[in-house]
């Protein structure tokens, strides 16, 4: 199978290593630490009919319509169209998509003016969770115990002017508490296939502090998580909202994302997004030990039971992050990332690349 994936950080780097025990892969645009990166648009790769699959990684090409644009050109892809990655586009959406299909998850009230924002969020016990309605790179979340705090930052996104028209809208939910678990369910319209948990660590500092980032480490399997929670996701939030989705005309296929939070009542859905977690995914897709490429294929053909259930090994993964400089506020570029070599030859250790160029010599250096 010939497999193109989209995107450029460690999220396509672990696709394209995963799938690449099976299949022939490259990925569009790459970095300079991927192997078989490309430069050529995925337009362009896919138009002489030789590419048997098009995986689309990050949330902004499938919020933009690319997986529809593939697919009118007859193009088979795994990444749900402009109108199922709204679920990740608009959290209002997503929110009333959730109480639709009966999902567990926090009390919110959605806004788009400030005094019915600031009384709802005065009503609440605290802390307070402000979310933008649209797409903020993962930094549109406040979570306060300060009200004065979370009402600037009502103001301050309604107004425009912390996160544009992204924060024109917010959320605003009550708060919930509990470990954070990751659920990647493959979806083929209908049916899923969720994946084994994993967890994400996001703060910058050594013993979980400073500034939140992209995530700075990940791991699965999670000990803490009984046997058959997959499944549990699957019945009592990824097919409920499959449906759901289906009565809106919605023919989801692609990857689900459930970040979810296991409270003292049970898990609850915190959010969905339409794409792989970074660096979550790369955690358990480097455990599979199937046809990765085989499973995606089937799931964006429309029916996952053409294929056997995937399989993972027992073993452990654990992702750490090493980050430039000054990461994540103003992260230092052009630093020659140096023991790549080492690192690459120590047994059972797999590099990723991301946020990783190259310089004139052909070192890789820190790009972001
Ligand atoms: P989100 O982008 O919606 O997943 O939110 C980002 C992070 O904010 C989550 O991973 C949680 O750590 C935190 N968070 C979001 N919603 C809540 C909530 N209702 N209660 C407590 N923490 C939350
Ligand atoms: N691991 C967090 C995310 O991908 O959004």
Redesign the pocket.
């Known amino acids: 199978m010939k497999v193109v994936v989209v995107g450029s950080g460690g999220r396509e780097h672990g696709l394209a290593e995963v799938l690449g025990r099976h299949a022939e892969v490259v990925v569009t645009p790459g970095n300079p630490g991927i192997p078989g990166s490309v430069a050529t648009p995925v337009e362009e790769l896919v138009s002489d009919g030789s590419v048997d699959l098009v995986i689309i990684g990050p949330e902004q090409p499938l919020v933009d319509g690319l997986a529809d644009r593939l697919r009118a050109l007859g193009v088979r892809v795994f990444g749900p169209g402009a109108d199922g990655a709204r679920i990740e586009g608009s959290?209002a959406y997503m929110k009333d998509l959730l109480v639709e299909a009966g999902c567990p998850?926090?009390r919110?009230g959605s806004f788009a003016d400030l005094e019915p924002a600031l009384g709802f969020l005065r009503s609440l016990p605290g802390?307070y969770?402000v979310?933008t309605d649209g797409l903020a790179a993962?930094k549109?979340?406040l979570?306060t115990d300060d009200l004065g705090e979370a009402e600037a930052d009502v103001r301050d996104k309604l107004a425009g002017t912390a996160f544009g028209d992204a924060g024109r809208q917010v959320i605003i939910?009550?708060?919930?508490?509990g470990p954070?678990v990751s659920v990647f369910a493959v979806c083929d319209g209908t049916r899923t296939v969720c994946l084994p948990p994993a967890q994400d660590f996001?703060r910058v500092g050594d013993g979980d502090s400073g500034p939140?980032t992209g995530g700075m480490g990940a791991w699965s399997p999670l000990p803490f998580v009984e046997a058959g929670f997959a499944e549990l996701v699957a019945e009592q939030f990824i097919e409920p909202t499959l449906s759901a989705l289906r009565a809106r005309g919605v023919e989801y296929r692609g990857v689900l994302y459930a970040?979810l939070?296991l409270t003292s009542e049970g898990p609850?859905l915190?959010?969905y997004?339409v794409r792989f977690g970074d660096p979550d995914s790369q955690v358990v897709l480097l455990r599979c030990t199937s046809d990765l490429a085989e499973l995606l294929a089937a799931a964006a053909d429309g029916d996952l039971t053409t294929v056997p259930a995937p399989t993972f090994a027992d073993d452990a993964a654990v992702l750490v992050v090493a980050a430039s400089e000054g990461y994540p506020v103003s992260p230092r570029t052009g630093d020659v990332i140096e023991g790549v070599e080492a690192a690459r030859s120590v047994e059972g250790a797999t590099l990723l690349a991301a946020g990783v160029g190259a310089d004139a010599g052909g070192d890789l250096v820190t790009a972001g």
Do not use: I
């Open positions: 959290k998850t926090a919110y802390p969770v979310k993962g549109g979340v979570v939910e009550e708060h919930l508490s954070e996001k939140n970040g939070m609850k915190l959010e997004n």
